[in-house]
């Protein structure tokens, strides 16, 4: 099997015209303590986009992401959803971190169609199918042509976060 690969994602300067595609969000939002920041780096010769910071359960809270507008990205050659699945280069702090679409399937903030990947010091590029990502919270199943925002979360229980994204995007199988 051959996989075809449209990038949406792929820092290539430290101070980039447009700014990063991504936001930080994290518990306060809601209440919780939980403090995290972006910063872009060079990592192995490669720019990336990195969520740091500290993950706290305190005061009802357990989260920190990073998250991106899928509607607001560069335009892809066909519909978002006629592709598999997308493809993302993570590395930073070993830990099981989440990938979690939001889409307008969804009402309530704590839904999400979600995804745990395993994060090593070195970069791995991982292949997810949009059939893998489960709903929580949700009755209904994750529809690609709905998704509205993608993001990395460090999410559950208290550690120090540190994740690094060095490309984004969307295959498909030929």
């Known amino acids: 099997m051959t996989r075809q690969f449209e990038e949406?994602?792929?820092?290539?300067?430290?101070?980039?015209q447009n700014g990063s595609v991504w936001r930080m969000i994290s518990d306060q939002v809601m209440g919780g303590r939980s403090q995290g920041q972006l910063v872009r780096t060079l990592k192995d010769e490669s720019w990336c986009d990195c969520l740091q910071g500290q993950v706290s359960?305190?005061?009802?809270?357990?989260?920190?992401?990073?998250?991106?507008?899928?509607?607001?990205?560069?335009?892809?050659?066909k519909p978002f959803a006629d592709y598999d699945g997308i493809f993302i280069e993570l590395m930073?702090?070993?830990?099981?971190?989440n990938l979690h679409f939001k889409t307008s399937q969804l009402w309530l903030p704590?839904?999400?169609f979600r995804k745990e990947v395993t994060v090593t010091e070195q970069w791995q590029r991982f292949f997810v199918p949009f059939s893998e990502f489960e709903g929580h919270r949700t009755f209904s199943r994750f529809k690609?042509?709905?998704a509205t925002r993608f993001a990395v979360v460090a999410i559950g229980e208290a550690f120090?976060?540190?994740?690094?994204?060095?490309?984004?995007?969307?295959?498909?199988?030929v």
Not at 57 to 77: C, D, H, R, W, Y
Request: proline residues 7%; charged residues 20%; glycine residues 8%.
């Open 110 to 112: 704590w839904q999400s």
């Open 92 to 97: 930073g702090k070993p830990h099981v971190y």
């Open 8 to 16: 949406i994602y792929a820092p290539s300067t430290e101070d980039s």
């Open 160 to 173: 120090e976060a540190k994740v690094c994204v060095r490309r984004f995007g969307v295959y498909q199988n």
């Open 57 to 77: 359960l305190e005061n009802n809270g357990g989260f920190i992401q990073m998250q991106m507008n899928v509607k607001t990205i560069a335009p892809l050659s």
């Open 144 to 146: 690609p042509a709905k």
